[in-house]
Structure formats: C-alpha cells, structure tokens
C-alpha cells in the first residue's frame, strides 16, 4: 500500500494545505516558517510507528481556536487525511475473501484531534448484499429485495428470525433467515458488517510513518536511570528519547538499574555499536576512520557514590583518539542519529519516513551524499518524504518530486503547490533555482558542444523538437549538446563576457534586441560570429521569438489548453510575434514559460499535432546550431 497524497487542515499554521501528491520521494521544499515542519508533523500523526498524540492546545491554529468552540467546528476538524493506493495483491486478496467489492483501489485514512482514527473504503455494499441473497433460500427473497448494506442485512435477517407461528413455532422464513445470518457470518468472518471485515483486513496493511528531526540527535552521555524512565513511559525531551531508542534497539531490557549485568549490558552495546559503524561508513564519505562507540560507564558523584551513565563516543582511527558524539561535527552527530534511530525499522517497507530539514547542519558535498542515499537506499521498497530550503537537497534531474510550501497569511496560512510555475515568490522557488545554476555550473566547462539560450522555455522547445526529429529519422541536436538557460536576452552579453573567453558556445537569440553588445562581445573576442543564430533568419517575422516556429493556429491552441482560453488565429491583428498578437488580443502579457510547461508535460499528444512547416522550421534551426558546434565533442 502507497501513499498516493495527503491534506493538512487546521494544524498549527496550516489552514489547509491543499492536496499534496506523493511519489516514492517527495520534497517539500520552502522559505524558512512556511509551514514546512508543521505539514510533516501533521502527517506522522496519522499512523506513527511510535505513539504521539493530537493536542487542540498545542497545535490548533491559536487564532482560530476560541471562535471555533463556540461554532462547534472544532470538534469536526480533521487535521490530516491520506489516500492510500492498494497493490494489486492487497486487492486480490479482499477479492478472495469477498468477491469484487472495492468500489476504487484505493482508501483513505484519516485522524481528529480526539485521537480517532478512521477509515473510508468505497465498497459495493448494495452489489454485495443483492449477491449475498441469490445464495439463500428463496422464501427470504422478497423481504431482503431492498435491503442496502451488511448492517441492515443482519437487522432485517434478526427481524425474521423472531417471527413465530400461531403455536408460537418459528416459522419456515424465519428458520430460513437463522440459516442465512449464520452463512453471512461465516462469510464476514465474524464481523458485524462488510465494511468491518474489509477494515480488519486494510488496517493493519496501512504504512506507518516514522518521523526524524534535527532535534531528535544523540548528546554524548545520559544518566541512564533517565534513559530507562524514558524506556518506559516515554519523553517529550527528544534528545533523551533518541537515546532510550538506542538501548530498546540494543535489546536491553528497562528494569532496576542496580540489578543490571552491566557486563552483559556493555557487550550488547558493543554489537550494536559495530553494525551500526557499518551502516555509517556506507554513506557517511566524508571520514571512514570514524568508530562509533557506546558503554555503560560508571561515574562517582559529589559524594563518591557510583553513578551509571550512557555514553556515546567516536573514536578517530586515523588520528588515534576519542571523544563524545556531543563533541563531533554537528553534521556527523545528526547522520549517526539518524542511523540509529531508523535502524529498528530498516527492514520494514509499510513505513513512510518524513524527514524534517535532513542534512541541514552538512556540507554541501555530504548533502549531496545524503541525497544519494535516500535515492539509493532510502527509497528501496518505501517512501520518503522529505523538507528543504538547500539546493543542494534537490535533485535537478527529478523536478518533479518537489512541492512547494508558501505561507499566504493568517486567512490562508500554509499552502502547498505541485507545481512550481504557480509560484511567484521568488524566495520560495530559489531553492529549485539554485540548484539548476549549481548543476549548470558543474557541467558548464566539462563539453564543448554547448548552446546558450535565453531561457528554460527555449530549452523546452528545442529538447522535445529534437527528440522528435530524432526518432523520425531526422536532423537532432548532437547527443553531447548541452542546452544553457542565459537568464533572458539582456543576460547573455553579460554571460558572454565574463565567460565566452573559457567556454565553446553557441548562442540562440530570439530577434535582435542585444545584437549590438553581442557584437561587441564578437570584436572582444569573446565569441565567434558564425555561432551566433536569431530565430528571424528561419521565420519571416522581425525579431521572431522561438514561439513563431509554430504555425500560428498550433501555438494558439497551445495557449488555449494552458490558460483555459478559446482564441482563435484569425481574430489576433497584425503579422508581428505571435506572443505579442496574443498579449494585444488578452489587453496583457502572459507567462510563456507556462504554455512551454504545458507542451513539456503533454507533448505525447501534442507533437503529433504539429504541421510539416513547423517541424521543417525546427528542424532547419537544429541542423543550423549542431552544425555550428564543434564536429569533436571534448571528452567528460
């Protein structure tokens, strides 16, 4: 069982968050306090793989919460609900026990503040019910004919049941109905009602989350009577927490302190400490000289009196020395809790794990790391769900998995978008930004077959047209052509200088609006003037955009679907850009970039719309850049 989206309402700063689709591994990515925490702590209290409880005090929006107990809307508040997709088995085996009862593969789950959990299955109750009657005797028909669900099935069947002769005899119906309360019993397995027995079956197959923040790290020692109260009733103190954790992993069991085989204790830890040192050198690439190490120790107090501590030391091997884990990089210490802490659930595929700002106190270059493992490991068999404002937490390549958080306010509060072109914050989306430029600049100077472009909507375009030509069997870009977002026409003389003298490019422009600083960077030597290409020279319109490569009645209809629009060519005046023609038509400019994200994301269903004089068109400027491009692409 996946989960396939989930909602937050009325929790902390969350009004509601809107639906959140989730994928194998989900970001969340946003500004500092936009909702980012409170969205992922809404959702371990769902199912957690650990007891935590709703509190109205703690986490109802405080603003809110007085208005809301005189309305009474409190007590109907569902601060998190999640939609849960079935696997083909789990399907197959309520088909097996019930026949085809599911009205959709999926379910949902949800929790109140008083602590309810419940569970919505759409069931085919009626279909089941009428089946149900086929199979007993048919004197009972006609009283059952109408009878809705399982529960007033077993009503109406108890009814009968009662019915006696004049000699106070049961009669035939109701013998019959005895018969059939029995025969739907055993078909329920016991159970009151379908929607029970299907319940019995889902619930225990619906995933638990497991939640982990940088507040839930390892210290460097504990009292250990501490650790073992924690042990057993629990602690809000999550650093203490962590470590009764660790000690329930080791398999020592909570009792009286002084009745501890304390040498016993300390070989437990000592195994424990050994595999869990593995698991961090598997993925912990900045040091593989680190050596965790845990022990019960004990420590005189003021009046020398022995007192039982649990330490936490890493040992250097490299540099042959010990400290506490406290003393270690914060980084280090959080990828060592983080290790121990999920350990006991390694093996579990029905988690979803949320991680709240992973890797926030790491190296760039040990995100990266971190990333690499959640991908690799993390992932394999469950979910992961995670929150970010690093760029070096996403990945470019898998834009997709991110979910943007805003707060838009007191009367919205924290709102989630999956989609990043709705977001005009630029704060927000920097992130996203960031790690585009980080990846551009890590491939920038690699090749030489590289092609500037104004911007993403440019590399939209010429990717999909390329892909397409290439599969038809003619003209595509180079497979080692690099596509080089330049930021928008006033950026790439800019660009151009501070870099053409180091970087093989050729450069797309769309018109001729910087043609003159393009020519100075050209006497400057930056660049060459045979790679230098305007879209005008493959469309008959001055100034042409890449958008005229289109015939205008396809690009139109492009934006009809973006925008929700019904244009038509014939009614846009003018022979000029067809953005322009739309922007005059409209009374306003629009975003281009979205109709380009439309294209990218249909473009199944759209290419094949395309007429032959564009896909020439696209084609003639392909051939033109792969052309002007170096024949030997320099070796990565």
């Known amino acids: 069982m996946n989960l396939a989206s989930f909602r937050v309402r009325l929790f902390r700063n969350v009004i509601d968050s809107g639906t959140i689709k989730v994928l194998d591994n989900t970001c969340l990515v946003g500004k500092n306090e936009a909702g980012k925490s409170a969205i992922l702590e809404a959702l371990h209290r769902l199912n957690p793989a650990k007891p935590i409880p709703l509190s109205l005090l703690d986490e109802y929006p405080r603003w809110l919460k007085k208005a809301h107990e005189i309305s009474g809307?409190?007590?109907?508040?569902?601060?998190?609900?999640?939609?849960?997709?079935?696997?083909?088995?789990?399907?197959?085996?309520?088909?097996?026990?019930?026949?085809?009862?599911?009205?959709?593969?999926?379910?949902?789950?949800?929790?109140?503040y008083e602590g309810d959990f419940e569970l919505d299955v759409p069931l085919k109750l009626q279909e089941y019910v009428r089946t149900f009657v086929t199979s007993v005797p048919e004197i009972l028909h006609q009283s059952l004919a109408e009878i809705p669900t399982t529960t007033d099935l077993f009503k109406k069947l108890d009814e009968i049941a009662a019915q006696t002769s004049a000699d106070d005899e049961p009669t035939p119906e109701a013998q019959a109905a005895k018969q059939a309360k029995t025969l739907l019993s055993e078909r329920l397995a016991g159970a009151e009602s379908l929607t029970f027995a299907i319940h019995k079956i889902l619930r225990p197959l619906i995933p638990r989350t497991f939640y982990f923040s940088q507040y839930s790290q390892l210290a460097g020692r504990y009292r250990l009577e501490e650790v073992v109260k924690a042990i057993e009733v629990g602690s809000d103190d999550e650093e203490l927490q962590a470590a009764a954790d660790f000690l329930t992993l080791a398999r020592i069991a909570p009792q009286n302190v002084e009745e501890w085989d304390f040498e016993a204790s300390n070989s437990e830890l000592e195994a424990i400490s050994s595999l869990l040192t593995q698991r961090v050198r598997a993925n912990w690439k900045q040091n593989k000289h680190l050596k965790l190490v845990v022990r019960i120790e004990s420590v005189p107090d003021p009046k020398g009196r022995p007192e039982r501590y649990l330490q936490f030391r890493v040992e250097d091997t490299r540099h042959d020395f010990s400290n506490r884990l406290d003393r270690r990089s914060t980084g280090f210490r959080w990828f060592v809790s983080f290790v121990a802490s999920f350990f006991e659930f390694e093996k579990d595929s029905a988690i979803v794990l949320l991680l709240d700002e992973p890797g926030l106190s790491l190296h760039a270059r040990a995100q990266k790391d971190l990333l690499d493992a959640i991908d690799s490991h993390l992932t394999v068999g469950r979910q992961v769900i995670y929150t970010t404002h690093s760029p070096f937490m996403v990945r470019t390549e898998a834009l997709h998995r991110a979910r943007i958080v805003e707060d838009r306010g007191p009367e919205l509060g924290s709102v989630v978008t999956n989609d990043a072109g709705t977001t005009s914050d630029p704060d927000t989306l920097f992130p996203l930004q960031a790690a585009l430029g980080y990846d551009i600049a890590q491939n920038l100077f690699i090749g030489n077959q590289n092609i500037l472009l104004e911007g993403t909507s440019d590399i939209v375009y010429l990717s999909v047209m390329s892909s397409h030509l290439g599969k038809l069997g003619r003209r595509s870009l180079p497979e080692n052509a690099r596509l080089l977002p330049g930021g928008g026409a006033t950026n790439i003389p800019t660009f151009l200088a501070l870099l053409g003298g180091q970087l093989d490019v050729v450069v797309l422009l769309d018109g001729e609006a910087q043609r003159q600083r393009i020519d100075n960077a050209i006497a400057a030597g930056k660049l060459s003037g045979s790679r230098v290409f305007s879209v005008d020279k493959f469309v008959k319109i001055a100034g042409a955009d890449i958008e005229d490569l289109f015939e205008p009645t396809e690009y139109v209809a492009l934006y009809n679907k973006t925008f929700g629009r019904s244009l038509k060519e014939k009614d846009l005046k003018g022979n000029d850009r067809i953005v322009k023609r739309i922007a005059r038509k409209e009374g306003h400019d629009f975003d281009h970039g979205r109709v380009a994200a439309y294209f990218l994301m249909n473009q199944n269903d759209e290419i094949d719309r395309l007429s032959t004089v564009t896909l020439g068109r696209f084609e003639a400027l392909i051939e033109a850049l792969s052309n002007a491009l170096p024949s030997v692409p320099r070796a990565d």
């Open 73 to 112: 809307d409190i007590k109907k508040a569902v601060p998190i609900q999640a939609t849960f997709a079935l696997t083909s088995d789990e399907v197959s085996l309520t088909n097996k026990r019930f026949g085809n009862v599911l009205e959709k593969n999926e379910i949902v789950a949800s929790r109140k």
